[in-house]
């Protein structure tokens, strides 16, 4: 595998005796610069050393996603990761929300926006404390090397981590991560017997399914994923964006169909979410360009077979 270089910008101000450390896609955003010094690191993504140590680290990911709409959420999740003082350290922010609302897609778009690069680790039921550390592989000479997670290999690159799903996780494999989510920003491998401090750059976002909990997750684990930032199913305008953004290809009027169908079924407290508007307006498009059928009038087909005939009534 190639390494490759990654930049990492940070903006620091100082006015007075206070200096700040702000990410530069928030400050962006905030527009409030007065004083400002743009500093670029290089780093080696590929292998590092510690104590004589080397471990691999995993790649960052680059996904073709876009937050739309709910600028405000944007900014909250973005406020939990600022650092205002050189004594004040980040949030780690838990995102909650029923399934397909786009927790994944504002974890992303929040830590793209901060200029660092992005790690993903989707957390299961039979995710171990060492998974989300360090694992030793077999190289090809036959000897054992050390594989950092994409956890620790942001926490090394100074990157952002969203630790996806992460109300599946187990309660042991949450207690590895304890100091790393409190004020001493570390963790120890067992496996290398090492101690990795967390690059001050590094930010980490959990997100939880609200209707899926695998595990109940303990007091002293809820404590340290705060705050916790609460998505909701979008207003009918703001679905229509977010059905448009994914969607480009498709014309407005299947659009303009579907979001009234996932409005009415919102109202009705179901669960069907973004997603399944979008698989639901795709399939019908797909449907239509195989055949001679308008996709307006394949929708209810469509939606029979992405969500079941429970679904119909809120077609109209
Ligand atoms: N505000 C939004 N802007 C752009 N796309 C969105 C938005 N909300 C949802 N989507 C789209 O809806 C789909 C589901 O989003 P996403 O995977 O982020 O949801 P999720 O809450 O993480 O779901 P799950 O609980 O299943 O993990 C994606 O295709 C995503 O692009
Ligand atoms: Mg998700």
Same mark, same amino acid.
């Given at each position: ?8 910008? *940070? ?12 990410? #530069? ?17 290089e780093i ?9 140590? $080397? ?6 990911? !680059?996904?073709? @996603?876009? #937050?739309?709409?709910?600028? *405000?959420? @944007?900014?909250? @999740?973005?406020?939990? #990761? ?7 350290? /980040? ?35 039979? $995710?171990? /404390? *060492? ?16 594989? &950092? ?25 949450w207690a590895?991560?304890? /100091? ?6 570390? %963790? ?16 980490? %976002?959990? $997100?939880?399914? !609200?209707?899926?909990?695998?595990? !109940? ?9 705060? /705050? ?7 207003e009918a305008? !703001? ?19 579907? %979001? $009234? ?12 979410? %973004? ?13 239509? &360009? ?27």
């Amino acid at each position: 595998m190639a390494g490759h270089r990654m930049k990492a910008k *940070e903006v620091f101000l100082r006015r007075g005796n206070l200096s700040c450390i702000i990410p #530069w896609g928030a400050l962006q955003r905030v527009g409030r610069i007065r004083d400002k010094k743009i500093k670029d690191r290089e780093i080696d993504m590929k292998q590092t050393t510690i104590d004589g140590i $080397t471990l691999s680290l995993a790649g960052s990911v !680059e996904l073709p @996603l876009k #937050w739309v709409g709910q600028d *405000e959420l @944007l900014r909250q @999740l973005l406020a939990a #990761w600022m650092v205002i003082d050189e004594r004040d350290i /980040p949030f780690n922010p838990r995102l909650v929300g029923k399934p397909g609302v786009g927790k994944t897609t504002l974890a992303y778009a929040a830590a793209i926006s901060l200029g660092r690069p992005v790690f993903l680790y989707q957390a299961t039921m039979d $995710t171990r /404390p *060492e998974d989300l550390i360090i694992s030793p592989v077999i190289g090809p000479d036959g000897k054992i090397q050390y594989s &950092a997670s994409s956890l620790v290999s942001a926490m090394l690159s100074g990157g952002v981590l969203i630790l996806d799903e992460g109300n599946r996780m187990s309660e042991k494999a949450w207690a590895s991560l304890a /100091p790393l989510l409190d004020d001493r920003r570390y %963790v120890e491998s067992i496996v290398t017997g090492l101690r990795i401090p967390a690059q001050q750059d590094f930010r980490i %976002v959990v $997100t939880m399914n !609200e209707d899926a909990s695998t595990f !109940e997750l303990p007091e002293y684990i809820h404590s340290r994923l705060q /705050p916790q930032i609460y998505i909701d199913f979008p207003e009918a305008d !703001e679905e229509l964006q977010i059905l448009k953004e994914n969607l480009p290809f498709s014309d407005g009027e299947i659009l303009s169909y579907v %979001v $009234t169908f996932l409005q009415r079924s919102h109202r009705a407290d179901e669960l069907y979410s %973004v997603r399944d508007g979008i698989n639901i307006a795709r399939y019908a498009l797909k449907m239509a &360009a195989a055949g001679s059928q308008p996709a307006t009038d394949l929708l209810k087909l469509s939606v029979q077979r992405i969500l079941g005939d429970e679904a119909l009534p809120y077609l109209g």
